[in-house]
């Protein structure tokens, strides 16, 4: 981080450097190992339909981008494997061709998650089926609420500290209260629905008590990047948020929606499709495909069970080698790129050293905001459209049980915090694979999962949120962040058992500064969904350059990291055939009634 921001404040000194010249020539360089430069990598190996060197280029210290693995060992000796960053395979049904064929080719069955290694009876069997509010009452203090299995609202709404009128609100909200609009059609209804966000539907319309609008501030945040100041009613809608019953919106998918609203109303899936370290557990199937050596074994079980080799991955002579804490800094084909047959790329390594390596071809599988700085090649007009990729920051925290009667106890495997620092705080998924397996009794040690959205400065345009929320995420102090969350969990699972002190093992935090790729929302982009749309603009390769990367679809998922890989490297093998891939953001519009 201190070298990407040293090269973006002071571009000049970077490119002025002595660099050494790396040997040999590449057929591709990749910059970026995130999902999208590492199925870049793969295809072009599948499609360029003859031997290749490619060397991959990554500023982090292990591959797989947003997709990070984490492990952990208990007091007790147990391995625990968790997930750092990209949670879940989500939508498999809504998935492309493209990401089908990828899937099939690393051997990831999906079915195999529901069949064999998510356990969908876990959370009945270890009476942890309900969930929780906290409501925050400064530091240390406040109320749970516990909405355990067969407690009505009617039963758990005299629990929260909650003045009896805005109790009764959220009653009728939650029993299928809200505005009627009886005079408008259903489309008129929606349109309505599309120009308001769900905070002003939620006072003005639904006409619940204020303190509502609190205990609701950021449920969009997860999907949507903003609270609910920000997202529109309509992508609340999608979200299943209360107060839309009596609208009876049917259940069409919604033009207006953005992406992930889409997908969230299209979507018939479960949430299952969870490798016990999240989205790595692709990043490593990749990685196994591309560098055999570097993570032994076969099939989906050692996937979750290997140790990555990681002096393996960037061995002299080999093929593909992918070098880790290498940043780029810039790029420039040599002659007029239209006829040039070389691109020189520059980066610097761990100890500072800057490098040239030469190759025939580039994928740019890094932020879009990097490659408007990477090279002086591009107009204007194309650099001021990769700005407009201002990525959401998020902030995660893995925290290691020893045990966990207490959650038991209180009969519940989330908490939601309404007011509070964090969102939520949630037992990690039931998911056993290999020899990695979840924990089967509370004896057992297990990580919570907490999360957070920073919403940088609420009521202001989605950028300018991420943007302040970045700020924030880097001020917070690790010891700080600790001892906030043993505190709240401390506070809120104390009374039935939980010890802080006794039973937090290891507390861990990951700062998603560049996190989701930025979606299009209304009322915020008018040019969504007619278009021209900025990432088609800003996605357009030049010379021997293609790029890559889920900013290129304006969707923030795994699978739209996988779908960009695919266009550009079509772009790079004209010749080839790949499998199509969604073309806009969101799922494919024909495939939800939209086409
Ligand atoms: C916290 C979090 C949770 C998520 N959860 C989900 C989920 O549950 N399901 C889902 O489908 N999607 C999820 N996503 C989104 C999904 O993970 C991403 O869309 C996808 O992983 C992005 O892959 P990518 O390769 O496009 O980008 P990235 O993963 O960001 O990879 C880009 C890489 O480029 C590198 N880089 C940048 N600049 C340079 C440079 N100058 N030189 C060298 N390297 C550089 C970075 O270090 C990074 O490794 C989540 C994302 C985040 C952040």
Avoid at 237 to 258: K, T, Y
Avoid at 440 to 459: C, F, R, T, Y
Wanted: glycine residues 10%; contains cysteine.
């Amino acid at each position: 981080m201190a070298t990407a921001h040293a090269w973006r404040d002071a571009p000049r000194a970077h490119a002025d450097a002595v660099a050494e010249r790396d040997d040999g020539v590449e057929d591709l360089v990749v910059v970026g190992a995130g999902l999208s430069g590492l199925a870049g990598a793969w295809l072009f190996v599948q499609h360029a339909g003859r031997p290749v060197r490619i060397l991959l280029l990554d500023a982090l210290a292990q591959p797989g981008g947003h997709a990070q693995r984490e492990e952990f060992t208990s007091r007790s000796g147990r391995r625990v494997v968790a997930y750092g960053g990209s949670q879940s395979l989500d939508s498999p049904s809504l998935f492309s061709p493209a990401m089908n064929a990828l899937l099939a080719g690393l051997q990831i069955d999906l079915a195999r998650f529901p069949a064999q290694f998510y356990d969908t009876g876990w959370t009945e069997r270890h009476g942890v089926a309900g969930n929780a509010l906290w409501f925050e009452r400064g530091t240390g203090a406040g109320t749970l609420v516990r909405r355990t299995v067969g407690r009505t609202p009617a039963q758990w709404l005299p629990d929260t500290p909650l003045a009896p009128p805005a109790q009764a609100d959220w009653l009728r909200l939650l029993e299928g209260g809200g505005p009627r609009w009886a005079h408008l059609g259903v489309a008129a209804r929606r349109s309505r629905l599309a120009a308001m966000t769900y905070r002003e539907f939620l006072l003005r319309h639904a006409r619940v008590h204020p303190a509502l609008a609190e205990v609701y501030a950021d449920r969009t945040a997860g999907y949507f990047g903003v609270g609910i100041e920000a997202t529109s009613a309509l992508d609340a809608w999608a979200l299943g948020l209360p107060g839309f019953d009596a609208l009876a919106l049917g259940e069409a998918v919604d033009a207006r929606l953005s992406p992930s609203g889409r997908q969230l109303k299209a979507s018939r899936d479960d949430y299952v499709y969870h490798f016990p370290d999240g989205n790595a557990g692709l990043a490593r199937a990749l990685v196994r495909a591309l560098v055999p050596d570097a993570l032994p074994g076969q099939g989906m079980e050692a996937l979750a069970d290997g140790t990555l080799d990681a002096a393996a991955l960037d061995r002299p002579g080999a093929p593909v080698r992918l070098r880790q804490r290498a940043l780029v800094t810039g790029l420039r084909h040599l002659g007029p790129p239209a006829q040039a047959e070389w691109v020189e790329v520059r980066y610097v390594d761990a100890r500072g050293v800057s490098h040239v390596v030469r190759a025939r071809q580039v994928l740019l599988a890094c932020w879009h905001r990097v490659i408007a700085r990477l090279t002086d090649e591009l107009p204007a007009a194309q650099r001021q459209a990769l700005d407009d990729q201002v990525k959401v920051p998020l902030l995660y925290a893995n925290v290691l049980l020893g045990r966990w009667h207490a959650w038991q106890r209180a009969g519940v495997r989330s908490i939601q915090s309404v007011g509070g620092f964090w969102s939520e705080a949630a037992l990690d998924f039931p998911v056993s694979m290999g020899g990695v397996r979840c924990a089967q009794s509370p004896d057992e040690p297990i990580v919570v999962h907490l999360d957070k959205v920073v919403l940088g400065a609420p009521g202001r345009p989605p950028r300018e949120q991420a943007a302040a929320g970045r700020a924030q995420l880097l001020q917070w102090r690790f010891d700080e962040l600790e001892q906030n969350i043993r505190g709240w969990l401390h506070a809120a699972l104390g009374p039935y058992g939980l010890d802080a002190a006794r039973d937090i093992e290891a507390v861990s935090i990951h700062r998603w500064a560049h996190g989701y790729a930025y979606e299009y929302m209304r009322p915020w982009d008018r040019h969504w969904p007619r278009g021209p749309l900025p990432c088609e603009h800003a996605r357009r390769g030049w010379g021997r350059v293609a790029i890559a990367n889920s900013d290129a679809g304006a969707y923030a998922y795994a699978h739209s990291a996988v779908d960009q890989a695919t266009r550009a490297v079509q772009e790079l093998l004209p010749q080839a055939r790949l499998p199509a891939w969604h073309p806009m953001p969101g799922p494919n519009p024909r495939q939800i009634g939209l086409g």
